[in-house]
């Protein structure tokens, strides 16, 4: 479970990361990692987008599930002001739990360091 501090809540929220942040995809989810300056408390944040197209109620919330757990260890490893959109991809019903673990962080890593490159002005 994630600590209350560490959940997107707001649709503008994913709206900004999904839009202005960098993406890496893999093939059970999509990472979008974006900062926000403006937040005031310096703690990462992370939201989760499991549409239809994953199947019924049960397997999204069994992927949901999945990948928040997946997530809680990965946090310090995120920018003090980090928000992260997880968009679960079809192919993540049928994944394990190893494998959607394993493709969050490989995900995560590859978009942290899209997200410096993009910062610091390098391709």
């Known amino acids: 479970m994630l600590p209350a501090a560490h959940r997107l809540r707001r649709s503008v929220d994913f709206e900004r ?3 202005r942040g960098a993406r890496a995809g893999r093939s059970t989810v999509v990472v979008h990692l974006a900062e926000d300056d403006a937040q005031r408390d310096g703690v990462p944040q992370v ?3 499991v549409s239809k197209a994953v199947g019924n109620a049960v397997h999204r919330n069994l992927v949901k ?3 928040r757990a ?3 260890p990965r946090l310090s490893s ?3 002001n980090g928000r992260v959109v997880v968009r679960a991809l079809p192919a993540s019903a049928d994944a ?3 494998e959607l673990s394993r493709d969050l962080e490989r995900g995560l890593e590859r978009a942290v360091v ?3 490159q993009r910062r ?3 391709t």
């Open 78 to 80: 995120l920018p003090a």
């Open 47 to 49: 939201g989760f987008v």
């Open 17 to 19: 990361a999904v839009r």
């Open 65 to 67: 599930r999945r990948l």
């Open 120 to 122: 610091d002005g390098s």
């Open 114 to 116: 899209r997200w410096n």
């Open 70 to 72: 997946a997530t809680a």
């Open 96 to 98: 394990t739990y190893d």
